[in-house]
């Protein structure tokens, strides 16, 4: 299948992938449990995991209000995340017996499918026509599940796969990064979270109070690097009220911590017991690396989440090659 394609290297800059690149579009491959050691072994989770450890470098200690360059790729991307917002506006929650899983939902998503490819066109040069259908599922594979009317960290995981495409691709360059989680995944966080409030989403596969969230993971693994040697925000501040309120709009981490205080009730430490336990912990450069091998065991080394991943020419399920 994807064996003998040539790969490009996620952080290649300038070079496009050749026009012999055969594209594919991507299918699941993990069937059953003895399948994991393929994914851990492919070519596709080395590339996914160091596409977010290089953003999570990348990223650390700065502000979201960090002056970062903005290229005309990543103007676009935020575009197409803003078609998907005014979408909801567009299609209000019918009303139904059942409190969860609005099925206006279901019109919303259906509206996505069908656009799907032509949104990721308007990202992606003519040159690269042929990524489009590949690239595009990543991005319908992002959003929750239509029938069952849920969103998880694997629907997460679909769109931070989806920007690492797009740099595979070259549609997306090195000096993108701070702009890909500050502007792009910070805008997708906001329409998921529209999207969960609006139709009031299940969270799939969740842990409830002992899981980390609901429905997000990478934006504390990203929100605490930027927190590493903050000079004055510890991790025991992010259960402090008042200092979440002043520092939200800087940190994605507070900013999680802000929509976890909206939609749940109660004492913090009962319905978000995995988080206050992280409050205990001396430092953001400890809590981030604690989040990254939490999210490897919890998120990508988890049958219920992998199952559902989709491999293809970019993120391909074969063995990592051995570099030259």
Not at 100 to 119: M, P, S, V
Not at 156 to 185: P, S, T
Not at 206 to 213: K, Y
Request: proline share 6%.
């Amino acid at each position: 299948m994807a064996e003998g394609e040539r790969q490009t290297p996620s952080d290649s800059s300038e070079d496009a992938p050749p026009t012999t690149q055969n594209f594919i579009i991507p299918k699941k491959e993990i069937h059953t449990v003895p399948d994991m050691g393929k994914w851990k072994r492919s070519q596709a989770y080395a590339d996914y995991i160091g596409f977010i450890l290089t953003l999570n470098e990348g990223v650390k200690g700065k502000k979201l209000s960090f002056e970062y360059k903005v290229s005309e790729a990543i103007e676009k991307l935020v575009a197409l995340l803003n078609t998907l917002d005014r979408w909801i506006d567009e299609t209000p929650p019918v009303d139904q017996p059942s409190r969860f899983g609005n099925k206006a939902y279901r019109t919303w998503y259906a509206k996505l499918d069908q656009e799907a490819e032509n949104l990721v066109a308007t990202v992606v040069p003519t040159n690269l026509a042929a990524a489009v259908p590949e690239v595009a599922v990543y991005l319908k594979e992002s959003v929750g599940n239509s029938t069952r009317i849920d969103y998880g960290t694997g629907h997460e995981a679909a769109f931070a796969a989806f920007l690492c495409c797009l740099c595979k691709i070259g549609v997306l360059r090195v000096d993108d990064q701070i702009a890909i989680v500050f502007k792009v995944f910070n805008r997708y966080l906001e329409v998921m979270r529209k999207l969960q409030k609006t139709y009031r989403m299940e969270p799939a596969g969740s842990q409830g109070v002992w899981g980390l969230d609901d429905f997000q993971f990478l934006p504390f693994i990203w929100g605490s690097s930027q927190l590493i040697d903050h000079p004055y925000l510890e991790p025991r501040h992010f259960v402090d009220e008042k200092a979440v309120n002043e520092n939200h709009k800087d940190y994605m981490f507070l900013e999680c911590i802000l929509f976890i205080t909206e939609m749940k009730t109660g004492p913090f430490a009962e319905h978000s017991n995995q988080l206050w336990n992280i409050s205990a912990v001396p430092s953001w450069s400890k809590v981030n690396q604690g989040l990254i091998r939490m999210y490897k065991a919890e998120c990508l080394e988890k049958f219920p989440v992998i199952q559902h991943f989709k491999f293809g020419s970019l993120l391909p399920i074969h063995p990592v090659m051995s570099s030259c």
